[in-house]
């Protein structure tokens, strides 16, 4: 699994692979069952005619502890 600019992670495979949600503030990898994921790839393939896999390339953005801590901060100078 490739990591933005980081180096790239492997896991063990036991059946089908799981998918990853990456933060993109402090580096967590989190696993998700691709199941949880289909409402959002069918989503992705209604709108965009894309069919979408996130076993190689996690989905990026920000972990509930960093969000909250970036909501935190809005508006502080």
Do not use: N, Q, W
């Not at 492997?10 to 949880?36: D, N, Q």
């Not at 894309?50 to 502080?76: E, K, N």
Request: hydrophobic share 40%.
């Amino acid at each position: 699994m490739h990591l933005g600019h980081a180096p790239g992670r492997y896991a063990l495979v036991r059946g089908e692979p799981c998918e990853y949600l990456a933060c993109e503030r402090c580096g967590k990898v989190s696993e998700a069952e691709p199941g949880l994921l289909d409402d959002v790839r069918r989503l992705i393939e209604e709108e965009f005619a894309f069919h979408a896999s996130f076993t190689h390339f996690p989905i990026g953005g920000l972990c509930a502890r960093c969000a909250f801590i970036a909501a935190a901060t809005v508006g502080r100078t």
